[in-house]
Antibody, heavy 116, light 107 residues
């Protein structure tokens, strides 16, 4: 079964850091572009970042550029999102998603809450 | 960056009605347009990619059309299980911008 499982969310103070992980299974992880997408409470979907299969190409939304770092370990079938200098507006549900002509596989998500 | 604008932001229709949601890109994106369905409390689900190709398992009452800057998602006969928020997304290049969403309810 194709599956993505996120972890690492939690409550963090403004200015703090958090590292999200996404474990992939059921497919050849190293063949796919991977993405992070977030959704603030009661709001729409916001694309956050993407990374190519070999990590050669990395892109970020302007809202997180310079604060977030996406990475992957193909040997471990894992995707990561290092989030630094967190702000209240980063509070959201964070999903990892596989990209194949759109985002065809999504994880269940992990919650990040930035609050003092 | 290319902006994606969906309309309407919400709609209420009766079971069996035809529902049309539009998505406009601020610049041409060829056919690199996807539609997602997100039911309340659930993970988004890819419905349509490449403007008009149905993802496996998606009911045939869903269809997509358009090209360039103007796109539509049509539900030919609205069913109770279609209550959800629908999002369009461009994926020709980063950023993979989503539209603001259209919330569909049953009248």
């Amino acid at each position: 079964e194709v599956q993505l499982v996120e972890s690492g969310g939690g409550l963090v103070k403004p200015g703090g850091s958090l590292r999200l992980s996404c474990a992939a299974s059921g497919f050849t992880f190293s063949d796919y572009i991977m993405n992070w997408v977030r959704q603030a409470p009661g709001k729409g979907l916001e694309w956050v970042s993407s990374i190519s299969s070999t990590s050669a190409y990395i892109y970020y939304a302007d809202s997180v550029k310079g604060r977030f770092t996406i990475s992957r370990d193909n040997a471990k079938n894992s995707l990561y999102l290092q989030m630094n200098s967190l702000r209240a507006e980063d509070t959201a549900f964070y999903y990892c998603a596989r990209e194949v002509s759109g985002l065809d596989v999504w994880g269940q998500g992990t919650t990040v809450t930035v609050s003092s | 960056d290319i902006q994606m604008t969906q309309s309407p932001s919400s709609l209420s229709a009766s079971v069996g009605d035809r529902v049309i949601i539009t998505c406009r890109a601020s610049q041409g994106i060829s056919n690199y347009l996807a539609w997602y369905q997100q039911k309340p409390g659930k993970v988004p689900n890819l419905l349509i990619y490449a403007t008009s190709t149905l993802q496996s398992g998606v009911p045939s009452r869903f269809s997509g059309s358009g090209s360039g800057t103007d796109f539509t998602l049509t539900i030919s006969s609205l069913q109770p299980e279609d209550v959800a928020t629908y999002y369009c997304q461009k994926y020709n290049s980063a950023p993979l911008t989503f539209g603001g969403g259209t919330k569909v309810e049953i009248k």
